[in-house]
């Protein structure tokens, strides 16, 4: 299975972007969902998550307020809504699904990952 990842570009700051996330198959059981990103030079950190349902949602305190996780549960698609972005928000944001549940701190807890999208702000 495959996660497939779009909606990247360049932005200024302050502005808005929504990223989308959704498996390649539509066979597959829904999951806890999350958002990681990777700025050059630095370790992959994650962003934002959301349990089984949407029943909880969790973010990064660099994001808090800022960007909002959601997900179709029909489609199995997951988003991130990200709103007055900062030069610092500049990455590859990789979307992730769990299999078993667990930290959303830890990447070793996602047994599935996309390709990664570019997202870049720069006036």
């Known amino acids: 299975v495959q996660l497939q990842a779009s909606g990247g570009g360049l932005v200024q700051p302050g502005g808005s972007l929504t990223l989308s996330c959704a498996p390649s198959t539509t066979v597959f059981a829904i999951r806890p969902k999350g958002w990681y990103r990777q700025a050059p030079g630095k370790d992959r950190e994650p962003v934002a998550h959301i349990t089984w349902s949407g029943g909880s949602t969790y973010y990064a305190d660099s994001v808090k307020g800022r960007f909002t996780i959601s997900e179709d549960n029909a489609k199995n698609t997951v988003f991130l809504e990200m709103n007055r972005l900062k030069p610092e928000d500049a990455a590859v944001y990789y979307c992730?699904?769990?299999?078993?549940?667990?930290?959303?701190?830890?990447?070793?807890?996602?047994?599935?990952w996309g390709q990664g999208t570019q997202v870049t702000v720069s006036s």
């Open positions: 992730a699904f769990q299999k078993y549940g667990g930290s959303w701190r830890e990447s070793a807890n996602y047994a599935y």
